[in-house]
């Protein structure tokens, strides 16, 4: 693989996946979960930055063919090892946003939970993940807010600690020109996992590539 920029601080990742435990849990995105009706058997997923694969399992289960990458060789191998104890297969890859080969018009879902990359990679992963898109496809997408750092003064836990790492919804709005925001809102959230806890502040967005 060719040189990646770790998002966040350098083989973070890999120090918390090469843990026995799931760093993020076995169980999907509930914002996810919460969408299912948008997902149908035959789709095409692609799930950037997917970690240990919690979430690219899930659509997996749902009947999608999902392609899942991680720049994190133990997130993949994990992912792959959740995979094969749900009994579905997906294709997980060794890849960050910058060494991806973003092919046109591929999926009907692109999933992006929680990848706070740095501000000189966020905007060109998210026009790729667009142009990844086929018409009618969506970009569906979960991270925390500059109002997390609120929440962590009331005990929540969880996103990067430099607000410029924080999603707003106008951020995402120059990000995702001449889309379709089936949602795009900024509001709080309950988690109960170890590395995300508590009532968080979060943005959701649902962006339909209409041409
Ligand atoms: C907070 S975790 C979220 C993992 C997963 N999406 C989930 O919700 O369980 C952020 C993920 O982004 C990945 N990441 C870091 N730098 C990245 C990059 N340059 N390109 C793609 N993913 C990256 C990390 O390895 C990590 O798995």
């Known amino acids: 693989m060719s040189k990646v920029i770790y998002g966040f601080t350098p083989e973070s990742f890999d120090n918390r996946y090469r843990e026995p435990d799931y760093h993020?849990?076995?169980?999907?995105?509930?914002?996810?979960?919460?969408?299912?009706?948008?997902?149908?058997?035959?789709?095409?997923?692609?799930?950037?930055g997917d970690g240990e694969g919690r979430n690219g399992v899930w659509l997996a289960e749902q009947g999608l063919e999902v392609t899942t990458f991680d720049p994190s060789e133990f997130g993949v191998e994990k992912a792959e090892?959740?995979?094969?104890?749900?009994g579905v297969s997906i294709d997980a890859r060794r890849?960050?946003?910058?060494?991806?080969?973003?092919?046109?018009e591929q999926f009907d879902?692109?999933?992006?939970?929680?990848?706070?990359?740095?501000?000189?990679?966020r905007g060109p992963a998210h026009a790729n993940a667009?142009?990844?898109?086929?018409?009618?496809g969506i970009v569906i997408l979960e991270t925390f807010s500059p109002h997390q750092i609120e929440c962590r003064k009331?005990?929540?836990?969880?996103?990067?600690?430099?607000?410029?790492?924080?999603?707003t919804c106008e951020m995402l709005r120059v990000d995702f020109p001449g889309v379709l925001f089936h949602l795009l809102e900024e509001t709080e959230a309950d988690f109960k996992g170890y590395a995300h806890y508590g009532r968080c502040g979060v943005v959701r967005m649902v962006a339909e590539r209409v041409s």
Request: proline content about 9%; cysteine-free; aromatic content about 10%.
């Open 154 to 167: 009331n005990g929540a836990a969880g996103g990067p600690k430099e607000v410029d790492r924080l999603f």
């Open 81 to 86: 090892r959740l995979a094969a104890s749900r």
């Open 24 to 48: 993020y849990g076995t169980e999907p995105n509930a914002f996810l979960v919460s969408q299912r009706a948008r997902f149908k058997p035959g789709m095409k997923a692609l799930m950037p």
């Open 130 to 136: 667009l142009k990844t898109l086929r018409p009618g």
């Open 109 to 121: 879902v692109v999933g992006l939970f929680f990848i706070h990359l740095p501000v000189a990679l």
């Open 95 to 104: 890849a960050g946003v910058e060494t991806w080969d973003w092919e046109p």
